[in-house]
């Protein structure tokens, strides 16, 4: 809580406060970062495959073969594993909702407070400033220099200066300066929350994942009106009783159902929102984790992702005589009510504020410092600073009065005031306001020549350019020849002072940047900084490419041409944010997906327009709230895994959507194979298995493997055409094993004793079961390819679980399971090891043309 100054709106009182709670005047919008308890409930439990299942499991209860009905027992599994693991997920991210939910300053009672979003009622006056996001509509009441940015709302890419009693819209974000508004309307009635309730923030309407599946399961729904239609038609008319019938057309429909496809899927989401969750990242948008694994390219800001945003002052370098120096830069930071990191930086050193001790960046030796023309270093921590480069005795607040204030803009690269007598002081990048060679001669002396000034401008500016090459932060103090709020501001510089600021790296920046370029993802550093400085922190990083740097300022604004360049081109400086919008779209149209990395409301175009959006905790309220990723440890290190978890959705859920695809192929295939001849004349078939049979092969072929590799590491880098590529693996599986199947079980059958009817139906199925089974784990055994010891365990567990199955007296009468025929089982076995060498021959040519064939 702050007090406010005695001219400063004091907001409303407690009393008026409670009046607007009690007529339901406030801002109760509850963030929906995931569905409701009911919703999760009745996703899982109210599905079209759980009610096909629910009455194939009434029709063969009906037959009194309870342990043929053994399949219930997924709808019960599917809903009770999906519901536990999306409840989890609602937990996590519920609570890291609220812990990254950004906090607008409230007055209330004189006194200025950090409330929740929920907490604002209907006319209170609500303070903002740069990167703060504009919670509720209202109306301006303060303004300094206040600039917001409505971009997001309406499309207009600059940002709007606002005066008092302007309107500002919820959505919007104040890109440079300050000021107050008035709440006009809260809650459902404000506009952002109006443009929220048409699409739910829990959602994967733009998955390819999803997508691609819901292509799957659109095929496979075709493909089951035909077959099951068939199924029950010819087990009808097959002559056997009717609970034969039944339990054969049960059989040849539960299978072709793919039941856990969908449940395996959302489990792999929950999974990682909550491992995530762990490391304290808060996924706004599902689709952003498997996003992540298809980025190409990582576009990094370097303030706040590189380098952390805490800076400190090292050294003042004065450039003349001026002998207020040291007063203007206390007063600059006395007059921004909201300094950027730079002037807190600058404000923590000359006005009495406590300030932490340090390592930061490497600075000059001494050598390199008797070369940029000062016989003093910039040190490591403020103990080891020279008493010649500290702030003078006189500092603190010197009291000027101030006339104008003009906050730090990104898109101008300056900020100043006017002090009336004192003069107009500008602090900014040098190479941006000296730009031309305008400004006056050095000092206080105002009077001398062009050339003079000239010469002290490249002087100055040579000297910049040098301390940045050391990978510091420099910053320009002049007096400005125009008043900081007039139009032509600042006009012609004259150079006073460089103000070096030192720049902590994040300890985690290289192993992060060595983990993308092992993963061939391209990283592009773009930062509104000095591009010499930017090059030498990226460098120190050991990024490829960063010992040359490009500025900004040089670049075509043709996309084509912007494209090529930064195709070529790792490190940029002095980039606007319009630029690193641009530079997002350029990298897009040359078919990249690109990731950007941000905290500050320089980067909320760029987030927004990127295909993942990442932003720091720590950053502005603005860019958390348009990023789908949000780290709120700030540690850039924790990007890697994000990746490695999209990477694990993706790449899992192919290999569990190719077993389920391969049981419904040859579920669907059987089914017609079986069904046909009694269409065109010839005698019916009954279907080879009972549904007992379908669902124990189904546990060891596919569910239980299923569930583990849906969850198990993959750092595969994912590629488009996931669809196709499980068409080309399960459609010429399915296919084997149908055809492998039929053919075990029609030579079993006629090979029978024909006075042994019920004898030789048993030992038909169980070859045919023989066949499948052999088959379908070596399908697994591909899927599981690239072996690890894990998965050969894996493979190894269920092919012994199978061949208990067939083995132990218990189980064979349960299963009604007879392989005692050893002529059968010998067929049964080599019909399996033709299907094998057909299913492997198939494998080896989808890959190969997966491998030709071009990308989607």
């Not at 600059?158 to 300066?177: E, H, L, N, T, Y």
């Not at 510091?472 to 007096?479: A, D, E, M, N």
């Not at 295909?611 to 309220?621: L, Q, T």
Request: glycine share 8%; net charge negative; proline share 6%.
């Amino acid at each position: 809580m702050a007090d406010l100054a005695p001219t400063a709106l004091p907001g409303l009182t407690a009393t008026e406060v409670a009046e607007r709670v009690a007529a339901g005047q406030t801002n109760d919008v509850p963030v929906r970062a995931s569905r409701g308890t009911w919703e999760i409930v009745r996703a899982n439990v109210f599905t079209r495959i759980n009610a096909i299942l629910a009455v194939l499991f009434v029709i063969v209860m009906s037959t009194g073969s309870f342990l043929d009905g053994l399949f219930g027992g997924m709808i019960v599994a599917n809903s009770v594993v999906g519901m536990v693991q999306e409840l989890r997920a609602k937990r996590t991210l519920d609570r890291l909702t609220i812990v990254g939910q950004a906090r607008p300053r409230v007055r209330r009672d004189g006194h200025s407070l950090e409330l929740a979003p929920n907490e604002v009622v209907a006319d209170d006056i609500i303070e903002m400033s740069a990167g703060d996001q504009v919670v509720v509509d209202g109306e301006v009441v303060e303004a300094s220099a206040l600039e917001v940015d409505e971009s997001l709302l309406t499309g207009e890419s600059d940002p709007v200066v606002k005066q008092p009693g302007d309107p500002v819209m919820s959505g919007s974000f104040v890109a440079a300066g300050n000021g107050a508004y008035r709440a006009t309307k809260v809650g459902k009635e404000a506009y952002a929350t109006r443009l929220a309730e048409e699409a739910s923030r829990f959602t994967l309407v733009k998955s390819d994942l999803r997508n691609g599946i819901n292509q799957i399961l659109r095929v496979i729904t075709w493909l089951l009106i035909p077959a099951g239609a068939l199924s029950v038609y010819n087990q009808l008319s097959v002559s056997q009783p009717l609970n034969e019938a039944l339990r054969g057309m049960v059989a040849a429909l539960v299978p072709m159902v793919p039941e856990g496809l969908v449940l395996m899927t959302s489990i792999a989401f929950a999974v990682g929102v909550i491992r995530l969750g762990q490391r304290q990242c808060l996924v706004n948008e599902l689709p952003a984790i498997e996003g992540l694994a298809r980025v190409d390219v990582v576009c990094a800001d370097k303030t706040g992702t590189l380098t952390e945003n805490a800076m400190r002052l090292a050294e003042v370098r004065q450039l003349g005589d001026d002998p207020q120096v040291h007063q203007a830069l206390a007063a600059l930071a006395a007059a921004d009510p909201r300094p950027n990191a730079s002037l807190q930086a600058i404000a923590e050193a000359y006005l009495p504020r406590p300030a932490a001790d340090e390592t930061y960046l490497p600075c000059p030796d001494p050598d390199e410092a008797s070369q940029l023309g000062t016989s003093t270093p910039v040190q490591l921590a403020a103990a080891d600073r020279s008493e010649s480069d500290a702030p003078a005795a006189e500092t603190g607040d010197p009291g000027w009065p101030v006339e104008a204030v003009a906050p730090f803009s990104s898109a101008r690269k300056w900020s100043g005031a006017s002090f009336g007598a004192h003069g107009d002081w500008v602090l900014g990048a040098p190479d941006v306001l000296l730009d031309g060679t305008g400004s006056n001669s050095t000092g206080s002396d105002s009077t001398g020549s062009d050339s003079t000034g000239s010469d002290a401008a490249s002087a100055a500016q040579a000297e910049a350019e040098q301390l940045a090459a050391q990978g510091l932060r420099v910053l320009l103090l002049g007096r400005a020849s125009q008043p900081v709020d007039s139009p032509q501001a600042p006009g012609p510089v004259t150079p006073v002072a460089l103000v070096v600021l030192d720049q902590k790296v994040r300890p985690d920046a290289k192993d992060t940047l060595d983990y993308f370029a092992d993963q061939s993802v391209a990283v592009k550093v773009i930062s509104g900084d000095n591009a010499a400085s930017v090059g030498a922190v990226a460098a120190g990083l050991g990024l490829t490419g960063a010992q040359a740097p490009v500025d900004a300022r040089t670049l075509s604004d043709d996309p084509a041409a912007l494209a090529r360049t930064l195709d070529s081109t790792a490190v940029f400086g002095r980039v606007t944010p319009e630029q690193k919008r641009a530079m997002v779209g350029a990298l897009q149209s040359s078919g990249h997906t690109v990731a950007m990395t941000g905290d500050g409301v320089n980067d909320v175009l760029a987030l927004k327009d990127a295909d993942i959006g990442v932003a720091m905790g720590a950053g502005s309220p603005a860019t958390r709230s348009v990023a789908q990723i949000v780290l709120l440890d700030n540690k850039f290190a924790t990007l890697p895994h994000v990746v490695a978890e999209g990477r694990r959705v993706i790449g899992n859920i192919e290999r569990v959507s190719t077993l389920f695809l391969t049981k419904t192929v040859y579920s669907v295939l059987l089914a017609l194979l079986v069904g046909i001849p009694g269409l065109i004349g010839f005698e019916a078939l009954p279907y080879p298995f009972y549904p007992r049979h379908i669902t124990i092969t189904g546990w060891f072929t596919i569910g239980l493997p299923a569930f583990v590799l849906s969850l198990a590491p993959n750092n595969e880098r994912a590629r488009p055409g996931f669809v196709s590529r499980v068409f080309r693996t399960a459609v010429p599986a399915g296919a084997v094993i149908a055809v492998a199947c039929l053919t075990s079980y029609l030579l079993a059958r006629n090979g029978s004793d024909p006075g042994a009817d019920e004898a030789a139906g048993l030992q038909a199925s169980t070859s045919a079961l023989i066949t499948l089974t052999v088959i379908a784990m070596w399908v697994l055994g591909i899927v599981a390819r690239p072996y690890a010891p894990w998965k050969v365990a894996l493979v190894a567990v269920m092919t012994c679980g199978s061949a208990l199955m067939f083995l132990t007296p218990l189980t064979r009468q349960l299963f009604l399971l007879d392989p005692t025929n050893t002529s059968h089982t010998l067929t049964a076995l080599a019909c399996a090891a033709v299907g094998v060498v057909l299913v492997e021959t198939a494998w080896i040519v989808a890959g190969r043309r997966g491998r030709s064939a071009p990308t989607e």
